[in-house]
């Protein structure tokens, strides 16, 4: 068990619809990174933030956003689903923004847009 | 810009058999290097990772990596395959950004497949 919480485990919509999935990281982290992992396109970075500011973006598209919480948990909104949205998204959290540190990755949220 | 490469999207080996996942990095500066792993349904997690304390890095599980510069190399390997190795690897390299400095991501490779046969 990594510490790091994602919620829900499984989700299944349809096209044009909107989702929002939940990360909670580790304690004591401050920082919070959104992969998405698909069969084409592997495991991209998408978005980070620290201490509830935006500090890196990724391959992000527009009908995407984050946003990170007081309370440091992470929310990632996906808009106008389109089929191709469909992956394992993963959240990740790690104390700082060093790139020495270890990212602790959650179980990952698998999004199916039908 | 900074990638990684890793040479074979699955590698097939016999229990008790040395397994050996080849990863390429390309990067301008010295980088920070990492070998993950993901078993079905699950998270990745971390196996080891180089920072430039020590080319050969011992980690989890009884794997080790070792980071070669001249041939822009960090090549997992494991002296003998037990069955609960089977999963994918992951190689990936800390994104410095745009001036050099590190952003935190990581950049991974494609992934390999390990089978262990019996």
């Given amino acids: 068990d990594s510490g790091v919480t994602q919620t829900p485990k499984h989700l299944i919509t349809a096209t044009g619809q909107r989702v929002t999935l939940r990360c909670s990281p580790r304690s004591g982290d401050l920082s919070v990174y959104w992969y998405q992992q698909s069969l084409d396109q592997g495991l991209q970075f998408l978005i980070q933030y620290y201490n509830g500011e935006e500090r890196a973006k990724g391959n992000i598209l527009e009908r995407f956003s984050a946003q990170q919480f007081p309370d440091l948990h992470s929310e990632l909104n996906l808009s106008s689903l389109e089929l191709g949205d469909s992956a394992l998204y993963f959240c990740a959290s790690s104390f700082g923004t060093s790139g020495i540190e270890t990212q602790y990755f959650g179980p990952g949220t698998r999004l199916l847009v039908l | ?118």
Avoid at chain 2, 47 to 66: M, P, Q, R
Wanted: glycine share 10%; with cysteine; hydrophobic share 35%.
């Fill in chain 2, 1 to 118: 810009a900074q990638s990684v490469t890793q040479l074979g999207s699955h590698v097939s080996v016999s229990e008790g058999a040395l397994v050996l996942l080849r990863c390429n990095y390309s990067s301008s500066v010295p980088p920070y290097l990492f070998w993950y792993v993901q078993y079905p349904n699950q998270g990745l997690q971390l196996l080891l990772k180089y920072t430039s304390a020590a080319t050969l890095v011992k980690g989890i599980n009884g794997f080790e990596a070792e980071f070669k510069k001249s041939e822009t190399s960090f090549h997992l390997t494991k002296p003998s395959a037990h069955m609960s190795d089977a999963a994918e690897y992951f190689c990936a390299v800390s994104d410095l950004g745009n001036y050099g400095g590190s952003q935190g991501n990581l950049i991974f490779g494609k992934g390999t497949k390990l089978s262990v046969k019996p």
